[in-house]
């Protein structure tokens, strides 16, 4: 069990919970984190403020604070109001990339590791009730082999150091998730389980609830209307829905659950949460939702934007899930990191199915993994001294990331590892250990999976057994083949479905990546790599590759959007695959991927009976 509980800040009779957002202090620290206790911890200097939530990289018009690794500081003074005394009082981070030490009036109150993930600091025995109290956050960027994402911390000849990420995005920091100030009462829920059966119209739920006391709860479902729908009593048990409005695709409906906790007629707990009822499983090389098979359609997305970078921005947010809409999508996945929470919320009451990634990318050591791990490339990446400490964390992520999204009916699976090394023995134990946790966890046995690389092909990937859905992310006609090669690409590439075909493996097939580089800006007939006119002509041939074998059940093309990287000669100010520019316009690929997503069905590739 964690130490806090994930559940997501809410104002309910006996909680309060304050978003403190807005302008925070901001200092840029020392490289060497000598700064820590004896440094900031009653307050940081200088008078500059920037907004939180946001990465704080894009602000500034100095590279070095673009490019800075280290320790970046956040100050805040809030006022916690009188009435709050009796109660817990916590601040809780939404996130803080990638690690994070708070101090409250000069006390050190918690660390938090891993960049993508909830913590709640206790500090109800360090404020001063109905007076003003200070929070200073040191954030430390780096990156390392022995947390997630995994990237390494170089000395430049000048002194300065510079992080050099494993992976294909830019390493956007700071506090880039809502902060909240909250109070919950002493007795208080702590966490709950669902798990849902469909029984003819009616549905069963079964429930867990842990508190932090001993007192009995009670449970009551509404309906859409407010209406109560079921009710229950005790810690466990099964609540039984009559007539039960199912949470389907792109048609959600939602139940509300409210959970109470009661001494007599004395409520001293209510915690509510949206909840959609909803089965998920996998049947052969079927992915079912209620039973019915389902077929994906969507994207491979990132956290990125202009200026606030990796910030949560509920605008963009908005303007994704209509253009999700508009293109006829139904689902994508949190490449390569937990979302903000608000994300799910959306996808839960829009009926989007999320593939649910933890921030396990880079297990390949390399600089380009995505391009060298193509070549056949091999780095023993598993064998290395620290992976013990690596794995540590990387479970521990998987304990937050289930802690806090298990509840979520958009969340339809696990996504554990993104493209890693997995040609080498080494990789197996720590596979299996990886995978048993989100088993033993998820008390609705998702499915798992992890994305494969290029070189993770049979006979040479010594881990996809452990995925219930095999998730292949394959650049035939881009890093393999193309342009006027474009047909001996297909050539490969229908060679591997074949080696894939012979192994009856009577799993679901998903693409999670496959997609072309291309600049908004150029149009080129006849088309060469980089304009439009190829990313059509790249998607006909890998479409038509899909429609070829019954067994791939899904297609979430990368990207939904052009993101920011790390510069360099393989990327033109960012990664340009995106269907739609980081502006969120259309490309000329959009309106292909509109005609065929509009037209395929949900059930698409129903019918076929095993490989
Ligand atoms: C991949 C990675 C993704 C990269 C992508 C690319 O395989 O998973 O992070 O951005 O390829 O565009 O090369």
Not at 40 to 63: L, M, R
Not at 266 to 276: K, R, T
Not at 411 to 437: D, G, H, M
Not at 586 to 605: G, H, Q, T
Request: proline letters at 4%; hydrophobic letters at 40%; aromatic letters at 14%.
């Amino acid at each position: 069990m964690l130490e806090y509980s994930m559940l997501y800040p809410k104002t309910t009779k006996l909680r309060r919970s304050v978003s403190i957002d807005g302008m925070w202090k901001f200092h840029i620290g020392s490289q060497n984190g000598d700064q820590g206790e004896a440094g900031f911890k009653n307050g940081i200097p200088g008078n500059d403020f920037i907004p939180v939530p946001a990465s704080f990289q894009d602000f500034y018009t100095e590279k070095e604070i673009r490019e800075f690794a280290g320790d970046v500081w956040y100050e805040k003074d809030v006022f916690v109001p009188g009435e709050w005394e009796g109660n817990k009082v916590f601040v809780r981070f939404g996130a803080a990339t990638h690690r994070a030490v708070v101090y409250v009036n000069g006390k050190k109150i918690m660390e938090h590791e891993g960049g993508f993930l909830p913590f709640a600091a206790d500090v109800t025995d360090t404020v001063h009730y109905n007076e003003f109290n200070k929070i200073v956050v040191r954030v430390n960027n780096e990156l390392t082999v022995t947390n997630i994402p995994c990237g390494e911390t170089i000395l430049l000849p000048n002194g300065k150091k510079m992080n050099k990420p494993y992976f294909d995005f830019f390493n956007y920091s700071g506090l880039q998730r809502s902060v909240f100030l909250m109070a919950i009462p002493k007795e208080s829920v702590f966490d709950f389980d669902l798990d849902y059966e469909i029984s003819g119209k009616d549905a069963l739920i079964h429930y867990h609830v842990q508190t932090t006391g001993e007192h009995p709860v009670e449970l009551s479902l509404l309906d859409a209307s407010g209406k109560v729908a079921a009710r229950a009593e005790g810690f466990k048990g099964v609540m039984k829905v009559k007539d039960a409005r199912l949470w389907q695709v792109r048609n959600a409906y939602l139940y509300r659950l409210v959970i109470r906790i009661r001494d007599g007629e004395q409520i001293l707990d209510e915690y509510e949460q949206e909840i959609g009822i909803r089965t998920v499983k996998i049947e052969g090389t079927s992915i079912l939702l209620n039973g019915k098979p389902v077929y994906l359609k969507g994207f491979g997305k990132h956290e990125d934007c202009d200026i606030v970078g990796r910030g949560f921005h509920s605008g963009v947010m908005k303007r994704d899930f209509e253009l999700m809409k508009w293109i006829g999508a139904n689902s994508f996945r949190t490449a390569h990191y937990p979302y903000s929470e608000e994300i799910y919320q959306m996808a839960d009451r829009e009926g989007f199915l999320v593939i649910d990634e933890v921030a396990a990318v880079g297990l390949f050591e390399s600089l380009m993994n995505f391009m060298e791990a193509s070549t056949g490339k091999r780095t023993a990446f598993f064998e290395k001294e620290t992976t013990p400490v690596l794995l540590k964390a990387h479970k521990r992520a998987v304990e937050e990331l289930i802690a806090r999204d298990k509840n979520h009916p958009c969340v339809i699976a696990w996504s554990l590892l993104n493209e890693p090394e997995t040609s080498n023995e080494a990789a197996v134990p720590y596979f299996e250990e990886v995978f048993r946790l989100a088993h033993e966890l998820d008390v609705q046995k998702r499915p798992r999976t992890f994305a494969l690389i290029m070189n993770s092909v049979p006979g040479v990937c010594k881990c996809y057994q452990f995925s219930d859905i095999i998730s292949l992310n394959r650049y035939y006609g881009w890093y393999v083949k193309g342009g006027y090669e474009i047909s001996e690409a297909e050539a490969l590439f229908r060679k591997e479905m074949d080696a894939w075909k012979a192994l009856k493996l009577n799993k679901p097939f998903l693409f999670t990546e496959y997609g072309a580089d291309t600049m908004g800006s150029d149009h080129k007939l006849p088309s060469v790599m980089w304009s439009q006119e190829y990313q059509d002509e790249y998607l006909k041939m890998t479409n038509d590759v899909f429609d070829s074998y019954d067994f791939i059940k899904g297609e979430q093309i990368w990207n939904f959007a052009d993101f920011q990287t790390t510069e360099g000669i393989l990327r033109v100010n960012g990664n340009k695959k995106g269907v739609f520019t980081r502006q969120r316009q259309p490309k000329d690929a959009a309106y292909l991927l509109r005609k065929r997503w509009m037209e395929l069905p949900l059930a698409y590739k129903a019918q076929e009976k095993g490989l």
